[in-house]
C-alpha cells in the first residue's frame, strides 16, 4: 500500500457505501507475513536474498508497514488511527465472530498432512552423490 491514507480511506468509504445499498456485511482482513513483530527485519532479510539484495542496499524492498499477526487491540487501534469509529470497527469483529461460528472443523494432530512428492531418480543419486558438499 504506496497510496496516500486518505486514499485509501477514500476507497474504504466507498467500499462501505457499496456493501450498506447491498446489505452485505465487512469484516477486517489484513495479510500476514510474519508471527511477531520483532520478526520484521528477518522477513526483510528474506526478502533481499530473495531480490538478490544486500540487507544494506538502498534500494532492497522493505515492509511497508507491519505485516505480522496481530492483536484485535492493534487492530483496532490502527482503524481508530484511520478515522473509523469504535462502532464500525466492533461491527466488523463481530461480522468474523459469525463467521467463526459457522466453521467446524478437526485437523488431526497425529497425521502429516504435507504431500509427499516422489523425487525422479536422477535428482536422488545426485543428491546422493553431492550431500556432503551441500551440508556444511
Not at 465487512?26 to 526478502?47: N, W
Request: no cysteine; aromatic share 8%; charged share 25%.
Amino acid at each position: 500500500q504506496d497510496k496516500p491514507a486518505w486514499k485509501i480511506h477514500e476507497a474504504n468509504i466507498a467500499i462501505q457505501s457499496f456493501a450498506e445499498k447491498n446489505d452485505t456485511p465487512l469484516l477486517i482482513s489484513g495479510d500476514v507475513h510474519y508471527i511477531h513483530a520483532k520478526d520484521q527485519e528477518i522477513f526483510e532479510t528474506a526478502l533481499a536474498i530473495k531480490d538478490g539484495k544486500r540487507i544494506y542496499d538502498t534500494d532492497r524492498r522493505l515492509a511497508s508497514h507491519q505485516l505480522h499477526l496481530q492483536s484485535q487491540e492493534e487492530i483496532t487501534h490502527g482503524l481508530e488511527n484511520a478515522w473509523w469509529s469504535a462502532e464500525t470497527i466492533t461491527q466488523w469483529f463481530s461480522t468474523i465472530q459469525t463467521i467463526v461460528n459457522r466453521i467446524d472443523i478437526t485437523i488431526p494432530m497425529d497425521t502429516i498432512l504435507f504431500p509427499k512428492y516422489e523425487v525422479p531418480e536422477d535428482i536422488s543419486k545426485l543428491y546422493t552423490e553431492q550431500k556432503e558438499k551441500l551440508i556444511v
